[in-house]
Each structure stands twice: as structure tokens, then as C-alpha cells.
């Protein structure tokens, strides 16, 4: 999680603590939290701003393998 402009307003004590937390928490409930989070992220954003919020997760993923694959060398342009 960063800051910026979209994040200004946000509780990141708070939101730190529940990711900390979240992160405790053994990998096969680590997926389920995210698929009980789902529906209520979902209903409150529209198809298109979730579809977004999809594709961003996936980006995030993304750039966490590149890094890992390729430590010290830094993102490829254009990521």
C-alpha cells in the first residue's frame, strides 16, 4: 500500500493494522479474505471501476513477480 492523491483521505494507521493482520493469517485464508471482501467492494464500485480494481490487483501481482525475478535490475519500462 502507498500514498497518494487517491489515498489522502484514508485511516492508514488503520488500514496498515488490518493489513498486518491480514498478512498473519495462514496463505489459504489469506484468498478467502479477499473473496469474502469481494462482493462489498463490488457493490459499491461500478462494473467499470471494479473492473479496474481487478486489473490493478493483477498488475500489482505482476510487478511483485518481475521484481522478484529480476532483484536489482528494476522494473522493465512501460510496467
Given at each position: 500500500m502507498t500514498t497518494s492523491e487517491e489515498t489522502d483521505g484514508l485511516d492508514h494507521p488503520t488500514s496498515?493494522?488490518?493489513?498486518?493482520?491480514?498478512?498473519?493469517?495462514?496463505?489459504?485464508?489469506?484468498?478467502?479474505?479477499?473473496?469474502?471482501?469481494t462482493p462489498s467492494v463490488a457493490r459499491e464500485l461500478s462494473p467499470v471501476d471494479f473492473e479496474a480494481f481487478v486489473l490493478e490487483l493483477r498488475l500489482k501481482g505482476e510487478r511483485l513477480y518481475d521484481a522478484t525475478s529480476t532483484p536489482g535490475r528494476g522494473a522493465p519500462r512501460g510496467t
Open positions: 496498515w493494522r488490518l493489513v498486518d493482520e491480514a498478512n498473519a493469517l495462514r496463505l489459504p485464508d489469506r484468498p478467502t479474505l479477499l473473496k469474502g471482501l
